[in-house]
Every structure is written in C-alpha cells, then in structure tokens.
C-alpha cells in the first residue's frame, strides 16, 4: 500500500519545490534566498519583559517555518547603543529584511539609513520607528483603540456617565521614547478627559500630562516608586483618601502600581480599578487574585503571523496585506501599516482567551 502512494507524492513534492525555487530565484530583493530561503534580522528591544520574550520566539518559530533563517537578537535591558550594533552586524551580514521593535523610536535613523542604502526593507514591528525613510512598513496593534479600551474600562466600572463623583484617579504610561505611548495615552484620555474638565474624576497630584506620567524604560520599578510618592504626597489609603482608579497604559506599569498599592494597606476588597495591556502571567495573577482589574490582550501570535506574511510577501515581490494608509506617520510620511485588533481581557474571559486558546497553559497561571 505505502509504495502505491509513494511516487506520487514525491513527485507532488518535487513539484512544490521545483515552484519554491522558481518563485525564490524570481524574488525580488537580496540576492541569496535562492539557495537558502533567505535570511531574516529580528531586533527585539529587551528580555526583561515577557512580552518580547514571545514576541521573539514566535517571530523565530513562523520564520523558520517559513523557510528563513534567523538572526534573533535582543537590545540588552533596553540598551539603545546595544540594539544599534546588534542592527549593523544584521545589515554587515546581508540579511534580506529587517525587523524592529525599537526600544527608542527616535534613536535609529542612522543605521536604518545604512540599510536603505543596502537595499534591505525594514519592518517596524509593534512600534513605529521615526524620522527615517528606511521604514517600509509597519505591523502593530491599533494602538489607540488599546487606550481607549483602558479608558472606556475606567468610564464603565465607575459609571462616569451618571454619577456626580468625584472619583479619584492617577495616571501611568510608558517610555517617552516609545511611540506608541503617542496613542495610548491619547486614547484613553479620548474617553476620561471630558470627566477630569467637568471634576467627575480628580488627579489629586495634577499629574494628567503625558509626559509628567511617563514611565522610563516602562519600569515596573519605576511606576511603584512613582506610586509610592503619589500614595505619600496624597495620602491615598484605604482608610483615608479614597482613590478609585489608575489608568496604566501597560501591565509592567500597572504591577509596580499594584505593588506599591498592596504596600500600602490595600486589598482586593478595596483596590482601585487598574487597567493594563499585554496580559502578562504576572498580570492575570493579579486579575485572578482580585488586584488588577483589566488588560488588554495582544496576541503576539497573531502579530508575528501578520510579520511573516509580510516578509514572504515582500521575498516574493508582492504588496503584503495593508489596513492603514492613514493614522502612521513616521515624521517622513505615511507608513503603510497592518493593524490587528486587540481585546480586552478581565477575570470574565481570561480562561477562554489566554488558557482554552492555548496562549498559557493553566500551570503558568495557577502555579
Ligand atoms: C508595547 C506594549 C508593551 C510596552 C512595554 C509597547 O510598545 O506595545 O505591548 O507593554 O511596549 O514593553
């Protein structure tokens, strides 16, 4: 039976790789994908975050399924310097395409403009690269609409709309190098600031400006000790001064919050509303033991998907798939971007989103 169906699979085999090679030797682009498939760069800012831990290994798995080889390599603990090198070596070692998440958007106009010059088209993953022409295209989230869920959270759990309040609220964001911080922010104030102008809400530390709330390196270190100033400037407890919200523009942030808020007396019967992003294994910890109360899931999968398909689309010649000629512009013009949707993840649907889908395993939360 088996050699009955033996020749013509491998000659359906032979088929498809008699088409892989043609299509490869008439891709456009670097010159050796012929013989190897080609060679990807992947620069991922740090390991220090989870997130990039996955984005990183994901990239390296679709790729690598793909046919690609990989050069993956991560930026230090956010070190700028560290990420520009590890950038030159990729372009000195001819990889066909670039993709970066940068740890600062503003820093890489330099060795990009290498890379133009080499010919090598550069993907901008999850965060826009500025001020450089280099970019050619760019694969995140929306961004915004990431902000506004956080804020319509806070609007909702507070009922905004029908009470008088005041409700007390302070509020975190990420690194100021980051761009997409650029529409976060803004997307949750697109919902919260009309409260702060009629007195719903109250920021007792008059900290409502993007950068006075900025968090460097998106530090969780950082945010609990800014969190700690603001529980002693303000006296926030849970017996004293009532604060019932903060809106944290990611989950690293909103775990430095929730560490200097347990510090300081609360609990999960009195916590306020903190929002998030990534649904970080810590995070959703915190969400099952009642001290966070929302995050905003990103599938990284996805996300790597979207940058595979890009870069075959790209190796093959063709325009890969674009949702937004519109709201990206580098400082150069627009870039063409995908953006995938987001979700907002709560202790409601955690188990369906993060553990029946298979992105955790019931272990990593529950060990
Ligand atoms: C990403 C977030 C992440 C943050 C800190 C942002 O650019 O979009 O998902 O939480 O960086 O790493």
Known sequence: MKKKYFRPVVAVMLAILLVVGLAACGAGGGGNQADDGGRIGVSMPTRSLQRWNQDGENLQRLLEEAGFEVDLQFGGENEVPVQVAQIENMIASGVDVLIIAAIDGDSLTEVLATAEEAGIPVIAYDRLIMNTTAVTYYATFDNFLVGEMQGRFIEEALDLPNQPGPFYI?????????????????????????????????????????????????????????????????????????????????????????????????????????????????????????????????????????????VIAIMEGNEPPINDRENYDNGTGIIPTFLSVPVVGTIENYRELLIDSGYYTEDQIYS
């Open 170 to 310: 302070e509020f975190f964001t990420g690194d100021p190098g980051d761009n997409n911080i650029n529409f976060f922010f803004p997307g949750a104030m697109s919902i919260l600031q009309q409260y702060l102008d009629d007195g719903t809400l109250v920021a007792l530390s008059g900290q409502t400006d993007i950068l006075q709330v900025a968090t460097p390196g998106w530090s969780t270190e950082a945010a609990q000790a800014r969190m700690e100033n603001l529980i002693s400037m303000n006296n926030y407890s849970p017996t004293g001064q009532q604060l019932h919200a903060v809106m944290c523009s990611n989950d690293s942030t909103a775990q430095g919050v929730t560490n200097a808020l347990v510090n300081a007396g609360f609990t999960a019967d009195n916590m306020p509303i903190i929002t998030g992003q990534d649904c970080d294994i810590i995070s959703v910890r915190n969400m099952v033991a009642g001290l966070q109360a929302m995050s905003v899931f990103k599938d990284t999968r996805t996300l790597a998907a979207n940058v595979v398909e890009m």
